[in-house]
Structure formats: structure tokens, C-alpha cells
């Protein structure tokens, strides 16, 4: 891709893919000495959903899930904008001293180091088919779960690395989102599914 079509997409803040995202938060981190939520905010651009939901997953699904206070605040921001989500809002508000929290660049840089490899698989994987069922009540009910395992991150931060699993819940509902795809949808449901079940099953037994 020409660099003048790169900037283009950084711009207008719509990731065709997991790998384009990473790669226009690499080049942002790369530029500053801090990557903000704000900054993450403006490459998500007017379609939030899917980057807002994909971006804080991936940070509690990597080893950034074992510095202090990150997974609670992973979760603070997938309820707000899940909240938003639910509530019909095409465009993300969120309080300034969100916006303006920073997390170093050097350490953003090693995340999608570490996440490049899954990024380009996942890629291959996934395409926009059956988009009705990532918009409408579909986006509603990826939101509404998103909502619940945001809610248990705080506790979970108290056994490190343990909220691993509610980032991945959560980076795959962004990932179906941000990259329109039904099918990725169906699966994190039936994971999600299969995952509170088994639970159930653990607790009852």
C-alpha cells in the first residue's frame, strides 16, 4: 500500500482489517511518546463499534493484562462504550480523563509485535459476510456481553493475568465488528456460550 493511501485510511479512521488497526496504532505510537485513548479514538473514526471493543481486548488478551490497574480500566472503557452501543449512539463520548490516558509508546509497540502474527491468521479468516448480523440487535447483544465481562474484569485483576479470558471474549466481538463479519459473530457466541456453560457446570458440580 502507497504511503499516501495509508494516511488516507489513518485519517478517515477506518480499519479494513485487525492487521490495518495495529498497523495505524504502530505508526501513531512510533510518532509520540504516548499512545492515548484519544488517539485510538480518532483512528476507530465514526464507525467506534468494532475498533473501541477490538482495541482494550487485545490489551487485556496480551501480557499488558499483568500491569496493575490496566485490566480495570479495560473494563471501565468496554462499559462505557458498550453502554452507548446499547443505547442506539452512532458517535463515542467519552470523559476527558479517559481521553487523555496514555500508555507508553515502547510497550505498545511490543504489543502489536506480539499480536502481528494472530492479526495477519485472523485476517485470512475473516471477510464481511452476513453483516446483518453485526449491526441492529446482533450489535446490541455483542454489547450487552461485552457489558457483563467488562463488569468482571476489576475483581479478576486480582489474580493476574486471569482476565486473559475476558479479553478474548471481547476482541472477538470487536473483531466481528470492525470487520463486518456475521460468521465471526456466530462463533464468538457459540464460545461465549459454550464458555458459560462449562462454567455452570463447574460451579454446580
Given at each position: ?63 499488558l493484562s499483568g500491569i496493575p490497574l490496566v485490566p480495570s480500566f479495560v473494563g471501565l472503557v468496554v462499559f462505557l462504550v458498550c453502554v452507548q452501543l446499547i443505547a442506539g449512539r452512532h458517535h463515542l463520548w467519552l470523559p476527558q480523563i479517559l481521553c487523555a490516558s496514555t500508555m507508553r509508546s515502547s510497550r505498545v509497540v511490543r504489543t502489536i509485535t506480539y499480536l ?90
Amino acid at each position: 500500500m502507497s504511503a499516501s493511501r495509508h494516511s488516507r485510511r489513518i485519517r478517515t479512521g477506518e480499519p479494513a482489517s485487525l492487521s490495518a488497526l495495529l498497523q495505524d496504532i504502530e505508526t501513531a505510537a512510533r510518532s509520540e511518546d504516548a499512545v492515548s485513548i484519544e488517539t485510538i479514538q480518532h483512528l476507530a473514526g465514526h464507525r467506534f463499534s468494532g475498533p473501541m471493543l477490538l482495541v482494550p481486548g487485545l490489551i487485556a488478551a496480551s501480557p499488558l493484562s499483568g500491569i496493575p490497574l490496566v485490566p480495570s480500566f479495560v473494563g471501565l472503557v468496554v462499559f462505557l462504550v458498550c453502554v452507548q452501543l446499547i443505547a442506539g449512539r452512532h458517535h463515542l463520548w467519552l470523559p476527558q480523563i479517559l481521553c487523555a490516558s496514555t500508555m507508553r509508546s515502547s510497550r505498545v509497540v511490543r504489543t502489536i509485535t506480539y499480536l502481528k502474527r494472530p492479526a495477519r491468521y485472523l485476517d485470512a479468516v475473516t471477510a464481511p459476510r452476513m453483516t446483518f448480523l453485526t449491526r441492529g440487535i446482533p450489535l446490541r447483544l455483542a454489547a450487552t456481553i461485552c457489558l457483563l465481562v467488562a463488569i468482571t474484569m476489576p475483581p479478576l485483576e486480582l489474580l493476574p493475568f486471569t482476565s486473559t479470558l475476558a479479553g478474548m471474549i471481547i476482541a472477538a466481538f470487536g473483531l466481528a465488528l470492525t470487520t463486518r463479519d456475521g460468521l465471526a459473530m456466530l462463533v464468538a457466541l457459540v464460545v461465549f456460550g459454550a464458555i458459560v456453560a462449562a462454567s455452570v457446570s463447574w460451579f454446580a458440580s
